[in-house]
């Protein structure tokens, strides 16, 4: 069992988890409530939110996976890389559009992730 990994899921997990209730309260219900936004644009929203969700679930599935069986490092890459990506792209909107850290949170899910995610490649 490669105990990093195996943390990178459970915090993938709680990500899929935050992101299906939470963030479907906070981000998804205004969304789908916006009447100025046509039609068209704000079901392609919804449609991309559904895709973060499944995405995130792959996530958790991936590295659980991968820390159960060694030889699946591979898969631990794809996850490590995706997450990092993720993470990336959080920290430069935020810079790029001088958000507050705390008004865009997906940082403190994705920064750990990736780091675990790391630390477990590198243990094996």
Not at 77 to 100: D, F, P, Y
Request: net charge neutral; hydrophobic share 60%.
């Amino acid at each position: 069992m490669n105990w990093f990994l195996f943390a990178a899921a459970v915090i993938s997990l709680i990500t899929f988890l935050a992101h299906l209730f939470w963030g479907g309260r906070e981000v998804v219900i205004p969304l789908l409530d916006a009447s100025d936004l046509q039609e068209i644009p704000k079901l392609t929203m919804y449609y991309c939110w559904h895709i973060v969700t499944i995405a995130l679930l792959f996530l958790t599935c991936t590295y659980a996976w991968a820390a159960l069986l060694p030889t699946n490092i591979p898969l631990a890459l794809a996850a490590t890389s995706i997450s990092a990506a993720c993470a990336l792209l959080n920290v430069g909107l935020i810079t790029l559009r001088r958000l507050k850290p705390l008004d865009y949170p997906q940082w403190v899910f994705f920064i750990p992730i990736t780091l675990l995610g790391f630390l477990g490649l590198f243990s094996t």
